[in-house]
């Protein structure tokens, strides 16, 4: 009686598994030999690129003698787009304007060093200074977002804003600023004529009737 061969039916399972198997081999091949290639590498040939890659890194502008808090490129990122570095480099510069009209006031305007975080250990020192003023300038930082804003209003003073976006573009649900109702409980300055040496945070300021300043600081 002759014999018959049946061959088992194929099965998927087993297949897939081996499929699974073999990639995986595969790949760890390869980062195996990807390790090895790195391990082998001439110390001269990796120094020679690294020394490609620091060259290639440019220099920040030169800004001349000016006296700033940004001075020197310290807040420059090189991995961002120039206008970004640009952007930075200006709120310094508007800094040191704020500060500079600010000392030349005298006895009128009060700055605090912040130096060391010190304002971040010691809050009641802002609050100190904030309780005894009219107004406060209120610069952007590193964002629109300004805590020291509110910081300010409780304290009774009057925001002097320069950007429309650190309270009136994002703060509708709590600040009014319909129909002209930002200037019940804020200044605004033009940061662009302040720039041009148009107008003076001072004299914007002083032309505020302290019967005014007094209803704002109320609202």
């Known amino acids: 009686m002759a014999g018959m061969y049946r061959p088992e039916p194929p099965n998927p399972t087993a297949r897939r598994q081996r499929l699974v198997s073999i990639l995986l081999g595969a790949f760890f091949a390869f980062q195996l030999l990807l390790f090895v290639a790195f391990r082998s ?13 620091s060259s290639s890194v440019p220099e920040p502008p030169s800004r001349g003698t000016e006296d700033s808090g940004c001075r020197g490129g310290l807040v420059y990122v090189y991995d961002l787009p120039a206008v970004f570095n640009e952007d930075l480099l200006a709120m310094g510069y508007f800094r040191a304007l704020l500060l500079s009209d600010c000392q030349a006031a005298g006895a009128a305007c009060g700055a605090l060093d912040c130096a060391e975080g010190k304002c971040i250990k010691d809050n009641a020192l802002v609050l100190e200074l904030f309780m005894g003023a009219r107004f406060c300038v209120q610069p952007r930082g590193d964002s629109f977002t300004r805590r020291s804003l509110f910081d300010c209003m409780v304290a009774g003073a009057v925001p002097v804003l320069f950007w429309r976006r650190t309270a009136y573009l994002q703060y509708h649900w709590y ?45």
């Open 41 to 53: 590498a001439p110390p001269s040939k990796l120094a020679s690129t690294a020394a490609a890659t």
């Open 175 to 219: 600040l009014p600023t319909e129909d002209g109702q930002e200037g019940e409980w804020s200044v605004f300055i033009d940061r662009d004529e302040l720039r041009a040496g148009n107008v003076t945070v001072r004299g914007v300021l002083a032309a505020i009737p302290e019967a005014r300043g007094r209803q704002e600081a109320a609202a």
